[in-house]
């Protein structure tokens, strides 16, 4: 057979010459009938290359070749880049004479449909997303089975080409909001992109702030309620997690728990999560700041027990601080990579161990340690990982200011995080909707839960052209 470099008239020796030193290619012959046939065997399933591809070529005759080619899973291709880009895709290729066809049996390995374990509930769905996009699609359609569910397939990474798929609901997402994310996608110009947090960082309007911008999750019914809210859904194949736009600061406050029980404890619960954002960013830095310049501020009786448990403390608040809020995380991320019988051990053991050794040493205070303890344990309560993260890394700010300028310094801190959160955009939308500019029929779901039958309306982020979702009265 004659080898072909031409891209339009593609050839057995010029597709096996592509894949040169790819030992995982397979390359089988059925010489009766003079077809070969070209794949990856872990892309492709067993069961359906056999059923729809070996076992009809093998009972067929040369003559009748031509009819079952014919049949429409057949696909007839002329350009041998698209005959590469198939195979890689999971397709066989049939080289018969002198045509090619291409038959879908993709089918790759991929773990099993389980619970999220960053995103753990006590009631709901325990279903979560995995790496294969087709599967986390499925899972999206079995919830939404609706027409209006639309799906659109890009690539994204110049070497890698990796599947992303883009889900809205026609009639509820604002179609601006869909051409802008699609047009931020294509003009990412990189070799490889392997998870959705690594895409979102190419694509959102202020890289360089330390907030996240894109809400991402792991849960199928997350992912549902932000596309009937009328936002626009990201899956990235490889990825167990989707991204969703435009997002705010508050859905990163909020758990799916607040909406599977009653409204009352759904507001509870999302009102000690402010207060547990309070403590996070300030408790710490508030000891600092009153021990180093306001003692005035501290009641006598708790002044004199502060006094002598300061007393043997060589280093200044600040540096006393600094040193065991480097030690928690130092613990956090220690369990965080070890296996995680062995993490939780060593958060626990070594938080205890350390911190009593540290106070018989004389190195901090019994204040500081609770101080620190309850700052840690209030940063769990913020349901999402990445923005419990940026609250830890802003907590080392305002610890540094309050060490420095006192309370003055703290007031500085919070006002420019206010003032940088007040710029923020995702989508081109206020980052602090419904807050500025303000939709006081939307607090009903921000700062408390509200009933149902009063959340009628869809979020005012999304500009939504159908606001209304529900119209079910008290």
């Given at each position: 057979m004659t080898v072909s470099n031409s891209t339009n008239n593609p050839s057995l020796q010029h597709t096996l010459d592509s894949f040169n030193d790819c030992i995982d290619l397979i390359?089988?012959?059925?010489?009766?009938?003079?077809?070969?046939?070209?794949?990856?065997?872990?892309?492709?399933?067993?069961?359906?290359?056999?059923?729809?591809?070996?076992?009809?070529?093998?009972?067929?005759?040369?003559?009748?070749?031509?009819?079952?080619?014919?049949?429409?899973?057949?696909?007839?291709?002329?350009?041998?880049?698209?005959?590469?880009?198939?195979?890689?895709?999971?397709?066989?290729?049939?080289?018969?004479?002198?045509?090619?066809?291409?038959?879908?049996?993709?089918?790759?390995?991929?773990?099993?449909?389980?619970?999220?374990?960053?995103?753990?509930?006590?009631?709901?769905?325990?279903?979560?997303?995995?790496?294969?996009?087709?599967?986390?699609?499925?899972?999206?359609?079995?919830?939404?089975?609706?027409?209006?569910?639309?799906?659109?397939?890009?690539?994204?990474?110049?070497?890698?080409?990796?599947?992303?798929?883009?889900?809205?609901?026609?009639?509820?997402?604002?179609?601006?909001?869909?051409?802008?994310?699609?047009?931020?996608?294509?003009?990412?110009?990189?070799?490889?992109?392997?998870?959705?947090?690594?895409?979102?960082?190419?694509?959102?309007?202020?890289?360089?702030?330390?907030?996240?911008?894109?809400?991402?999750?792991?849960?199928?019914?997350?992912?549902?309620?932000?596309?009937?809210?009328?936002?626009?859904?990201?899956?990235?194949?490889?990825?167990?997690?989707?991204?969703?736009?435009?997002?705010?600061?508050?859905?990163?406050?909020?758990?799916?728990?607040?909406?599977?029980?009653?409204?009352?404890?759904?507001?509870?619960?999302?009102?000690?999560?402010?207060?547990?954002?309070?403590?996070?960013?300030?408790?710490?830095?508030?000891?600092?700041?009153?021990?180093?310049?306001?003692?005035e501020m501290i009641p006598e009786d708790l002044l004199l027990t502060l006094t002598e448990s300061r007393s043997r403390v060589p280093f200044p608040p600040l540096y006393e601080a600094l040193l065991m809020e480097v030690t928690i995380e130092l613990l956090r991320e220690a369990g965080a990579r070890l296996p995680s019988k062995i993490g939780q051990t060593i958060g626990i053991v070594g938080g205890i161990v350390i911190g009593q050794a540290a106070v018989q040493a004389g190195l901090t205070s019994n204040v500081l340690i609770i101080a620190v303890a309850s700052s840690a344990i209030a940063s769990f309560v913020i349901p999402s990982y990445v923005m419990s993260a940026s609250i830890r890394l802003i907590r080392f700010g305002l610890i540094i200011l309050a060490g420095t300028l006192g309370d003055l310094g703290i007031a500085m801190g919070i006002a420019y995080i206010i003032i940088h959160l007040s710029g923020l955009t995702s989508l081109n939308t206020s980052y602090i909707t419904p807050i500025a500019p303000s939709y006081f029929k939307d607090w009903r779901d921000v700062f408390i839960r509200a009933p149902f039958w009063a959340m009628r309306d869809r979020p005012s982020q999304s500009n939504t052209p159908n606001k209304v979702k529900m119209k079910q009265k008290k």
């Open positions: 390359h089988r012959t059925l010489p009766d009938i003079h077809v070969h046939l070209v794949y990856f065997d872990h892309l492709v399933g067993s069961d359906a290359l056999y059923r729809d591809i070996i076992n009809p070529l093998t009972q067929a005759k040369e003559y009748e070749l031509q009819s079952l080619f014919k049949k429409s899973q057949y696909q007839l291709t002329t350009d041998s880049i698209a005959v590469i880009q198939g195979i890689l895709n999971g397709q066989v290729a049939i080289f018969h004479k002198e045509n090619v066809y291409l038959l879908d049996a993709y089918k790759p390995e991929a773990r099993s449909i389980d619970q999220s374990e960053t995103e753990s509930v006590i009631t709901g769905p325990h279903d979560a997303f995995v790496e294969l996009a087709t599967s986390n699609i499925s899972l999206i359609r079995r919830r939404v089975k609706s027409s209006r569910l639309k799906v659109l397939k890009l690539a994204v990474g110049e070497v890698t080409k990796t599947d992303l798929y883009i889900l809205y609901i026609d009639g509820i997402a604002n179609m601006d909001y869909v051409r802008d994310l699609i047009k931020r996608i294509e003009l990412i110009e990189v070799d490889a992109i392997l998870d959705g947090h690594m895409l979102i960082q190419y694509i959102d309007d202020s890289p360089n702030s330390i907030f996240p911008l894109f809400s991402v999750s792991e849960r199928t019914d997350t992912a549902v309620s932000k596309l009937a809210g009328g936002k626009i859904i990201g899956i990235l194949d490889g990825s167990p997690s989707v991204f969703s736009a435009p997002s705010s600061f508050f859905e990163f406050l909020a758990s799916p728990d607040d909406y599977y029980q009653r409204w009352l404890l759904g507001t509870a619960t999302r009102l000690l999560r402010f207060a547990a954002l309070v403590i996070t960013l300030t408790f710490t830095a508030l000891y600092v700041s009153v021990t180093t310049f306001h003692y």
